[in-house]
């Protein structure tokens, strides 16, 4: 994306590496060698290096011209940007307050997504979801309810039982009376399907107040 951290050049600059015999960290060329590119771009006006970043650890910069990364990125062959795209989505799971920041659980996701994985990308934007519910952020959050659905499907009925529930309480704010009675219903029978009679319960609920 337009934004990017140095912590995450070095893991893509990793991609497919086998660690060193000795991996010191006082003597790493790697980060030495993207240390040295990142100042080159800065020094020539490509990237912006940001006063504070939001990883801890690792410097956050900015490229100042957008079409430059595009045209870079689709001179990319499709199995390289896969593969770097899971990289980066990687190095970003294992950053402080990801999962609990909306604009990053979405940036998780659409690396995911990019990457080909789409369950680990529909949990991720199932989590972006519920943050951008919870500052009623109700267009956001149906727009990520509904791609966190479609890429989960069936293989995680926890996760969509729930967010079947929050997705429906956020198209009945939009509106969107039929849609949330669709998703209540769905809700019920994998309720009944699995004996969760607390769930049915709840789905209930949720259709006799749509129906009111």
């Known amino acids: 994306g337009s934004v990017f951290w140095r912590g995450g050049v070095v893991a893509l600059l990793r991609v497919d590496e086998d660690a060193p015999d000795l991996w010191s960290i006082e003597d790493d060329e790697d980060s030495e060698r993207v240390d040295e590119l990142l100042e080159d771009l800065v020094e020539r006006d490509y990237v912006l290096k940001l006063p504070d970043s939001t990883?801890?650890?690792?410097?956050?910069?900015i490229f100042k011209h957008n079409k430059e990364r595009v045209a870079i990125e689709t001179r990319l062959n499709a199995s390289l940007r896969r593969s770097l795209h899971r990289a980066a989505a990687d190095w970003m799971e294992h950053q402080q307050s990801v999962h609990s920041n909306e604009e990053y659980c979405a940036m998780l996701a659409r690396h995911r997504e990019a990457a080909g994985d789409e369950y680990a990308a529909g949990l991720a934007y199932l989590r972006a979801a519920n943050l951008a519910r919870s500052r009623y952020a109700t267009t956001k959050a149906s727009e990520y309810y509904q791609h966190g659905l479609e890429f989960v499907g069936d293989r995680a009925v926890v996760w969509r039982i729930e967010a079947l529930h929050n997705h429906g309480d956020v198209l009945q704010l939009n509106g969107r009376i039929e849609d949330a009675l669709f998703a209540f219903e769905e809700m019920l029978t994998l309720a009944y399907r699995l004996d969760l009679k607390a769930k049915g319960g709840a789905?209930?609920?949720?259709?006799?107040?749509?129906?009111r």
């Open 55 to 61: 990883f801890p650890g690792t410097h956050e910069y």
């Open 203 to 211: 789905a209930h609920n949720r259709i006799g107040r749509l129906y």
